[in-house]
């Protein structure tokens, strides 16, 4: 059987969640968020104040619907367009209202029916560097870029049933505040100064915006997709 193993940061141990027991409006929608990096979840697991765990679960994805959004089988809209349809974004200009009702209305994946999905997760780098994306601001070649800075890496997220059936719980790992915190900021704050010197570069005359996508009628099947 293909095994997967999974890490979970969080504030306390999780020996067995639970579809619904998280927040609602994560990017995906109600799930367990994991990675499959331990030191990044001992990072996801610290706050200012306090320290977590990195709880470590396999999973046995034998048999599971997997939706790969990294993958050459889907684009960066797939994922705005699910993390439009998931979380809150404040959306101040005309054009970002028009913005996201497009991308919702052709770029949003059929994801429901899925166990697994794996994909960029949205700290609060990259949920800002996409509001610039709607507002006009950032291009779709900057868009592209900007989700690799920070080596956020990659979540993977349970979805379903029979997904959390599959999960078995191996151990918690602790995760010390004093350590895992400053990095959690480092790697924000480093992918934030590398957004800002990319976003300062002068763009070339034929640079995509999401004004240009709208206007000329861009569909899934886009070839400049």
């Not at 998280?22 to 979840?41: F, K, Q, V």
């Not at 200012?48 to 679960?57: I, K, L, R, V």
């Not at 439009?84 to 101040?92: G, P, Q, W």
């Not at 291009?139 to 080596?151: D, I, P, V, Y």
Request: overall charge neutral; hydrophobic content about 35%; proline content about 4%.
């Amino acid at each position: 059987m293909a095994k997967m193993d999974l890490y979970h940061g969080s504030s306390r141990i999780l020996e067995h969640p639970y579809l619904g027991g998280g927040r609602s409006h994560n990017d995906y929608g109600p799930g367990l968020y994991c990675t499959r990096e331990p030191e990044l979840a001992k990072e996801w697991a610290c706050s200012e104040n306090s320290g977590g765990f990195a709880n470590h679960y396999r999973l046995d994805i034998e048999g599971l619907r997997i939706l790969e959004l990294n993958s050459d089988n889907y684009h960066i809209l797939n994922w705005l367009a699910i993390l439009l349809e998931n979380r809150t974004f404040d959306l101040s200009s005309p054009v970002a209202v028009q913005a996201k009702k497009y991308i919702l209305a052709h770029f949003l994946p059929l994801y429901h029916s899925y166990d697994l999905i794996t994909g960029y997760r949205a700290d609060d780098s990259y949920f800002s560097f996409s509001r610039a994306f709607l507002s006009n601001t950032l291009s779709l070649e900057q868009l592209r870029r900007a989700m690799k800075l920070g080596k956020l890496g990659e979540q993977v997220v349970l979805r379903s049933r029979e997904a959390f059936r599959k999960l078995e719980y191996i151990e918690a790992i602790p995760s010390n505040r004093n350590i895992y915190y400053p990095k959690k900021i480092e790697r924000d704050q480093q992918a934030r100064q590398d957004y800002i010197m990319m976003s300062s570069e002068e763009n070339p005359a034929d640079a995509v915006y999401v004004i240009d996508i709208i206007r000329q009628k861009w569909n899934n099947d886009d070839p400049r997709l």
